[in-house]
C-alpha cells in the first residue's frame, strides 16, 4: 500500500518570503500522480499543482511550483512570494497511475502553514 | 468556473439514525469520490464510483454506507445507522477522466453525530 508523509506539522514564513513544503511517498509503481491541496480555514480542499511521475520536469503553477525527485519518492511544494492568502493546511498526495479501480487519493497528515505579516 | 457543490453544509444527527449527504458533481465528470476527515486528521478515502456502480471503496466503506447516483446530476452517500465516529467531513470530489488524475471537491459537509 502507498503512504504519504508530511514530516512538517506546521511552518511559518513571513510575507513576500519563499517557503517549502516536504513530503515524501513510498510506492512500488512507476506510473502515478502527486497533488498538492490546500485546506484553508473554511476547510474546502483546494487543488493547488499536480505532477505525473513519468515527467521530469517539475510542475509549476503562478508562485506555486513543485520540487519532484522520483528517486528519492520526494515531492516537495515551494511557494514564492507568500501571501496573507495562503495561510492554509497543506495536503501532499498521491494517486496510482493504473487506471480502472485505482483512482484513490492517499493522503499525508498535512503541514498547516502560517504567514506573518 | 463550474464546481461541485454539496448540501447541507452542516448535518446534525442522533445516533443511529439515517442521514444522506449530497453532492451535485461538475457536470461533464464521470468518476465521482466520496472522502472524509475527522476532525483533526487526514482526508481519507470511502469510494470510487464510475458508471452507476463502485469501483473501489476502502475498509471504512462498510455495509452501514451506501452510494447512489439517482438521477444525472446527484451523488448521494447515505449512512444507515450513524454512530459517534462517524461524526467527521465529508468530501464528495469528481473527477473528468481517469486519465487527468485530478479529482475536485466540493466544500463539504460537517456532519455531527449526538
Known amino acids: 500500500a502507498q503512504t504519504v508523509t508530511q514530516s512538517q506539522p506546521e511552518m511559518s514564513v513571513q510575507e513576500a518570503e519563499t517557503v517549502t513544503l516536504s513530503c515524501t511517498y513510498d510506492t512500488s509503481e512507476s506510473d502515478y500522480y502527486l497533488f498538492w491541496y490546500k485546506q484553508p480555514p473554511s476547510r474546502q480542499m483546494i487543488l493547488v499543482i499536480r505532477q505525473e511521475a513519468y515527467k521530469q520536469q517539475n510542475a509549476t503553477e503562478n508562485r506555486f511550483s513543485v520540487n519532484f525527485q522520483k528517486a528519492a519518492k520526494s515531492f516537495s511544494l515551494k511557494i514564492s512570494d507568500s501571501q496573507l492568502g495562503d495561510a492554509a493546511m497543506y495536503f501532499c498526495a498521491y494517486r496510482s497511475g493504473r487506471h480502472f479501480g485505482n483512482e484513490k487519493l492517499t493522503f499525508g497528515t498535512g503541514t498547516r502553514l502560517t504567514i506573518i505579516p | 468556473e463550474p464546481e461541485v457543490t454539496q448540501t447541507p453544509s452542516h448535518q446534525v444527527t442522533q445516533m443511529g439514525q439515517e442521514v444522506i449527504l449530497r453532492c451535485v458533481p461538475i457536470?461533464?465528470?464521470?468518476?465521482f469520490y466520496w472522502y472524509r476527515q475527522i476532525l483533526g486528521q487526514k482526508v481519507e478515502f470511502l469510494v470510487s464510483?464510475?458508471?452507476?456502480?463502485?469501483?473501489?471503496k476502502s475498509e471504512i466503506f462498510d455495509d452501514q454506507f451506501s452510494v447512489e447516483r439517482p438521477d444525472g446530476s446527484n451523488f448521494t452517500l447515505k449512512i444507515r445507522s450513524t454512530k459517534l465516529e462517524d461524526s467527521a467531513m465529508y468530501f464528495c470530489?469528481?473527477?473528468?477522466?481517469?486519465?487527468?488524475?485530478?479529482?475536485?471537491f466540493g466544500p463539504g459537509t460537517r456532519l455531527t453525530v449526538t
Open positions: 457536470s461533464n465528470h464521470l468518476y
Open positions: 464510483f464510475y458508471n452507476n456502480e463502485i469501483s473501489e
Open positions: 470530489a469528481s473527477s473528468q477522466s481517469r486519465a487527468s488524475g485530478e479529482q475536485y
